[in-house]
């Protein structure tokens, strides 16, 4: 019976002590975030998705984090972070390619008017 | 029998077990991960992303070996949405790249497309610039000569405007002796350059009109006008005057312009009348 309450002690020690607050890469999912939304991300229905997610995700982190479980709430960080990139990366994409129709339409709109 | 079936079916099911627990089926995050950095693969992540897309392979890599590692446990699905999402993030560089390369491109056909456009109008522009002095320089020449071809008309015979056109007049007394419709000499000096004043300025036709006093008979006086106007109009034929463009025609006395009771007045209205309709009219 001792030795079992040393075992359970010894793990509950691992488990507090093993994981550290992932605090940094927190932030930098949360500054990732503020950049897509920045980024247009709200506003595209792909990127929206994964803005979402990532904000999701950062407040399930953060209950992980206030429940101790640092361990879990840094993968769950890594998947926030995933997201919030993603969804900048979407938001850039569509403003790009709208950008490039445009673009496309004027030069269009003046060979026409060049040629008549 | 019965029970010899059961025993294979048993051993079967087992071993499906056993083989299942070798080779665990992988987490649906793993086959997206897979699927989504496939599709980067075949995007154009490969040329234009080539960065973000070894990462995905690299975060794929990971995600793999953990499945080899640790089976379909959490860290396995993390890792492979996180690749999931890298790989997706590849193939969505890669396209905004290609795109903003694409724009650049006809931003740069755009401005040399506006610069060939700029420079086609200017040359129009030049070009009818060029074409409109030359037509204000043939205007102003053919008015000048029309001043001139007026003035030298002036010093002849009376002219002036009205809404028939530009009416030259010739007194009956300079043009014919009393009762004939043969010219003078005098009269063919002058016509001579009537004819020279009008063939300088232009005009679509002329109507050479006869008049007379009112004395004798208005049959006589008819007759008269329209012999003596015909005579003017055949000299200014043989001075150059298109004959289309040019008629006779006899008045008599109908029309004078002054008083017959007075000798000065039947001289005003002894006459002949070139009625001029201008160019352009």
């Known amino acids: 019976m001792r030795e079992f309450c040393l075992v359970g002690v ?3 020690v691992t488990a507090c002590g093993g994981a550290a607050v992932p605090q940094e890469s927190l932030t930098a999912a949360k500054a990732s ?3 897509a939304e920045v980024g247009g991300a709200a506003s595209e229905p792909k990127a ?13 982190a953060e209950n992980l984090i206030s429940d101790g479980d640092n361990e879990e709430a840094a993968r769950v960080i890594d998947r926030a972070q995933a997201d919030a990139d993603l969804a900048l990366a979407l938001a850039k994409e569509v403003s790009a390619e709208k950008a490039a129709i445009e673009t496309k339409e004027q030069l269009e709109k003046l060979r026409k008017k060049a040629t008549q | 029998m019965k029970n010899g079936f059961n025993r294979i079916a048993l051993f079967t099911l087992l071993s499906q077990a056993v083989l299942a627990c070798a080779t665990p089926m992988p987490p649906q995050e793993l086959l997206d991960a897979r699927t989504a950095y496939d599709v980067a693969t075949k995007s154009s992540a490969p040329q234009y992303a080539p960065a973000q897309l070894d990462t995905a392979k690299q ?3 990971r995600a793999e070996q953990s499945f080899q590692d640790n089976g379909d446990e959490p860290v396995t699905k993390d890792l492979a ?15 905004r790249e290609q795109a903003e390369r694409a724009r650049a491109q006809m931003d740069k056909d755009f401005k040399s497309t506006e610069i060939d456009a ?3 109008t200017k040359s129009k522009l030049e070009h009818e610039q060029r074409a409109r002095a030359e037509a204000e320089k043939g205007l102003a020449d053919a008015q ?14 009376k002219v002036k405007e009205e809404s028939r056109g530009v009416v030259i007049t010739l007194s009956g007394s300079v043009l014919f002796a009393t009762g004939k419709s043969a010219l003078l000499p005098i009269a063919q000096e002058k016509l001579s350059e009537v004819a020279k004043a009008l063939n300088d300025q232009g005009f679509k036709s002329l109507l050479v009109e006869g008049h007379t006093d009112s004395q004798g008979s208005a049959d006589k006086n008819m007759v008269l006008s329209q012999e003596r106007a015909e005579s003017v109009r055949t000299y200014l034929i043989s001075q150059g005057i298109p004959s289309d463009k040019i008629k006779a025609q006899g008045i008599g006395s109908s029309r004078p312009v002054a008083d017959n009771s007075t000798a000065e007045g039947r001289a005003n209205n002894r006459r002949v009348e070139i009625v001029v309709e201008p160019l352009g009219k």
Request: aromatic content about 2%; overall charge positive.
């Open chain 1, 10 to 12: 010894v793990a509950l």
């Open chain 1, 33 to 35: 975030i503020a950049g």
């Open chain 1, 48 to 60: 929206a998705l994964h803005l979402k997610l990532a904000k999701e995700q950062v407040t399930k």
């Open chain 2, 59 to 61: 975060s794929l890599a």
């Open chain 2, 81 to 95: 949405y996180v690749a999931d999402r890298r790989a997706k993030l590849a193939a969505a560089e890669g396209s």
């Open chain 2, 118 to 120: 700029l420079e086609t």
């Open chain 2, 144 to 157: 000048k000569k029309l001043s001139l071809a007026m003035a030298s008309l002036a010093e002849i015979a």
